[in-house]
Every structure is written in structure tokens, then in C-alpha cells.
């Protein structure tokens, strides 16, 4: 259970920097909190004897983390997830704004369901917004009712975990998409080419006599897709991109002017298909874990801005379903607890990118993607903030899971930056500020 307190009084968060969004910078700055609104921000708050103080030195405050591509479960699956459960572990990894996916049961395809996401985020502490099926069911066939489910609140449409195969369908949904002015999250994998594929075609599946999905079963769906998207002029986007290929065909396809985009997650930019050898569940995930060519090429991605978003795809499993034998265990991992110290140590750490870029990945990129309130640091307005140390390093236990799955791979590793404490929606959680 997350431990919050409600924010009453005068905060002032001394002796830390910011990172400030507009200049993609971080700098020296106090910020000063009244019963959770936002009331000063400068580069010194002298502290008075009617302050609670807290010293952020070595700290860096941001806006709120926001990760558009999340599993909550609800409605259908909460002995998984629930939208309260998600969202406590949310705001364990940092995140106080996500977009939850509709591979619910039943499926938000209707605008019902979509009231029924955004009613239920009111009381809970981490902004939601959900993101619609894009054809009826998930099934790839009809479309849903584009203007009715976007006038109800959803910020996207994707049918994620269930690719849209036709081409005719995938164009309708981009056209329709286009009149709302809503981005399509594609999940990117041709069917025929997965076939039965548990991991990555390679030596590594080879050895451990799983069957492979090989790379082009990405790739040829991401091209594919960025010719119909082009030719519509429509946005699209491609969730957890996995493969070298594509990556330089969203690289190419940015430099001639189509409205694409693309997320890595943090499993793909840490994680190469070696670690399938443990045959640990956990590592089974959809797109699988490539090759650490891929890996390489996903990194560089993220940090020459062909890859816009940093987002963990978290996917929480009960404990019977994911520990059953790999070929049984359904795909996913659970990532939004670990998340800033596996990014950090796979991006920073290796001088791949600075934290700048990381945060910005995190911040403001998906917020302008989906078209959510760039608001940030608004005097009198609710505090929406991270606090992250991000020199840290510490071991990711189980005991840091707020989910209510715990299906993760990374537990006992040793990660790079941490979560400190994350103010939203009047309320301060604190992980040892």
C-alpha cells in the first residue's frame, strides 16, 4: 500500500535544482508549495519559521513523469491490476499522468467505457487517460465510433497487443483518426511472420529450442504502416519499437516529413534475448528481446530524437499465469517502479544520452504527443512534481512493487537513480526525501 500525506501548510523544497522543459535544462531552483498549489519558484526561497522544509540538494525536481502505454487491467482482469493498484505504482516509479491501454474485458471500445476510465481516475492520485480501440473488440474488423469516443475523453486509438493486420482496416483507422485529430499507437508485428514465436529468432532461440519471431516481422509492419500514414497524412505512432530496421525506417520517415513517431521502453533498451537463457518468465515479453545490435540501435534512437518516448508498456501478470512454463506464460513485464533507474543506467551511465534528454522523453514528449496540458510549474495551480536523485544507486526489490503483479526481471539488480518523492493532486508521497 502507498503511504501519502495530504499537503497543508507551506513546503519549501530547498537547495535542489529543476529541470525546466522550456530550455530542456536543469538549474538551480527553490520551489515553494501552499496546501499543494505552486506559489513560488526561484533560484533561492529564503526558508521562515512557518515552513516545513525539505532539502533537495543533490535532488532534482521536474514535472510530473507521464507514460502513455500502461496496462491497468480494469475493467475485467483486477485480480492483475487495478486503476488504483497501477496507479500507486505509478507514483512509486515517478509517473503522475499516464494513458492506459484498452485490452480490458471487456474492451474500452465505446464511450461508456471510456467515461467509465476517466470517472474513476478522479479519486485516484495519477491523471489517466485512456487510449480507445481502434476496431470493435480489439478483433481488427470494424472500426469503434471515433467521434463519439473522442468527444468522451480518449486520447488515442490502438488496438495494442493485437496488431491491425488488413491494410484496408489500417487505413480507415488512420483516416477516421485524422478527423478527430487523435494519434494511432500501433503495435507493430506482422502476424503471419511471428507465427509461434516465444522469443527472438536468433542463436540464443536456437540453443534453447524456442521458437523465434525474427525481426522483420516488425520491420515490415513498420514500413508498411508508414506508407499508409503518409499517404493519409495522418499521426501515427509505434509503440515499444524493438528493431534496428525499425528505427532507421522512422529515422527516414521523420527526415521526409511524415507525422511519425515511436517509444522505446525501458526492457528494450537494457535487456538483449540472452536473458531468456534463466527461461524466467519475466522475460518474456511482446515484441521479444532482441539482439543487442537492436538494443544498440534502440538507444541511439531514443537518443538522437528518432525515438520521441520513453514508456514501459507495463504489463502486470498474476503469479499462477507467469509461473507456468515459458511457451504457457503469457507475454509482459511489470515496469513503472524500475523505470527511471533502468533508463538512467542504460542511457546516462553509458554516455549514450544526458539526463536531459531522458527527462524530456519522459515529460515532454509524451504529454505533446498525446496532445495532454503542457502545464508545467503553473503558480496557484496544483503541485504536479518528481523529485529524483538521479546519482543513486540502489537494488530493485520486490519490496518496492506497489502493483499488484510482481512479474519483473530485474529484481536484485542494481539500478542508477531514484524516485525520491512525488507531489500530485494535494498529496506528497515520500521514498526518503
Not at 502507498?2 to 523544497?13: A, P, Q, R, V
Not at 538522437?304 to 507456468?324: C, M, N, R, S, Y
Request: charged residues 25%.
Amino acid at each position: 500500500m502507498l503511504k501519502t500525506k495530504k499537503l497543508t501548510g507551506k513546503l519549501l523544497l530547498q537547495g535542489g535544482k529543476a529541470y525546466l522543459p522550456e530550455k530542456n535544462a536543469i538549474e538551480k531552483r527553490d520551489l515553494l508549495i501552499e496546501d499543494g498549489l505552486l506559489t513560488g519558484m526561484e533560484k533561492s526561497i529564503e526558508a521562515s519559521e512557518d515552513m516545513e522544509v525539505i532539502d533537495c540538494s543533490s535532488k532534482i525536481i521536474t514535472p510530473g513523469f507521464t507514460d502513455i502505454h500502461v496496462h491497468f487491467r480494469e475493467p475485467g482482469q483486477e485480480y492483475k491490476e487495478t486503476l488504483k493498484s497501477g496507479s500507486e505504482a505509478a507514483i512509486a516509479g515517478g509517473f503522475t499522468t499516464v494513458c492506459c491501454m484498452p485490452n480490458t474485458d471487456p474492451a474500452i471500445d465505446a464511450q461508456e467505457s471510456v467515461r467509465f476510465i476517466r470517472q474513476r481516475q478522479e479519486e485516484l492520485l495519477v491523471d489517466i487517460y485512456p487510449v480507445a480501440a481502434a476496431t470493435k473488440h480489439r478483433e481488427g474488423k470494424e472500426l469503434t465510433e471515433y467521434g463519439e469516443i473522442a468527444a468522451a475523453g480518449a486520447v488515442g486509438f490502438t488496438d495494442d497487443g493485437s496488431p491491425i493486420a488488413d491494410s484496408g482496416v489500417m487505413r480507415k483507422v488512420l483516416e477516421y483518426a485524422k478527423i478527430v485529430d487523435k494519434p494511432v499507437l500501433q503495435h507493430a508485428e506482422d502476424p503471419g511472420l511471428k507465427a509461434n514465436g516465444l522469443m527472438h529468432e536468433s542463436k540464443v532461440s536456437t540453443a534453447l529450442g524456442l521458437p523465434g519471431t525474427p525481426g522483420i516481422s516488425e520491420t515490415a509492419m513498420v514500413y508498411r504502416d508508414i506508407q499508409i500514414a503518409e499517404y493519409v497524412g495522418a499521426r501515427l505512432h509505434f509503440q515499444h519499437v524493438s528493431t534496428a530496421g525499425a528505427v532507421q525506417l522512422i529515422r527516414e520517415a521523420k527526415e521526409r516529413g511524415v507525422k511519425v513517431s515511436g517509444e522505446a521502453t525501458p526492457h528494450h533498451l537494457m535487456l538483449t534475448d540472452e536473458a531468456v537463457r534463466t527461461f524466467d518468465t519475466s522475460t518474456k515479453v511482446n515484441p521479444p528481446l532482441r539482439s543487442r545490435k537492436d538494443v544498440d540501435a534502440v538507444r541511439k534512437g531514443v537518443a538522437d530524437g528518432t525515438l520521441d518516448v520513453i514508456a514501459t508498456d507495463h504489463a502486470p501478470h498474476a503469479l499462477q499465469e507467469k509461473e507456468q512454463t515459458f511457451d504457457l506464460a503469457p507475454p509482459g513485464m511489470i515496469g513503472l517502479e524500475s523505470a527511471l533507474g533502468v533508463v538512467i543506467k542504460a542511457l546516462v551511465a553509458s554516455k549514450i544520452a544526458n539526463l536531459e534528454t531522458v527527462l524530456e522523453r519522459l515529460i515532454v514528449n509524451p504529454r505533446r504527443l498525446m496532445q495532454l496540458p503542457e502545464n508545467y510549474y503553473t503558480f496557484k495551480d496544483t503541485a504536479n512534481l518528481t523529485i529524483i536523485d538521479p546519482k543513486e544507486e540502489w537494488v530493485f526489490k520486490r519490496e518496492h512493487v506497489k502493483s499488484r503483479s510482481q512479474n519483473s526481471p530485474f529484481y536484485g539488480s542494481q539500478l542508477l537513480g531514484r524516485v525520491k518523492g512525488v507531489l500530485n493532486r494535494l498529496e506528497i508521497a515520500d521514498f526518503g526525501l
